[in-house]
Nanobody
């Protein structure tokens, strides 16, 4: 069993930055792919970024060049650095590990 916990969400103005963190229990975390998803009210949950165990990344087109995913396997942590935030980035952001384990989500609101 892997427990996943997100943190770092909040309210930020357009153009601002936030860093989300995903902490996970379990020794397998460093060996699995981890992804960030987001879900806005009334919309589907969509993948934002993912990172494989060896550090390969891919991103949704809507966040390329603005968001960066990274991981620290020694600490069982995955991060999502979000820059140049837009109102349309407003959503609940979820961490998803090993194609099986979801966190509870963290709210990101981009508004002036």
């Amino acid at each position: 069993q892997v427990q996943v916990v997100e943190s770092g969400g909040g309210l930020v103005q357009p153009g601002g930055s936030l860093r989300l963190s995903c902490a996970a229990s379990g020794s397998i975390f460093s060996t699995v792919t981890v992804a960030w998803y987001r879900q806005a009210p009334g919309k589907w949950r969509n993948m934002v970024a993912r990172i494989t165990r060896d550090g390969r990344t891919n991103y949704a087109d809507s966040v390329k060049g603005r968001f960066a995913i990274s991981r620290d396997n020694d600490k069982n942590m995955v991060y999502l650095e979000m820059n140049s935030l837009k109102p349309e980035d407003t959503a609940v952001y979820y961490c998803y590990a090993a194609d099986a384990y979801w966190g509870q989500g963290t709210q990101v609101t981009v508004s002036s």
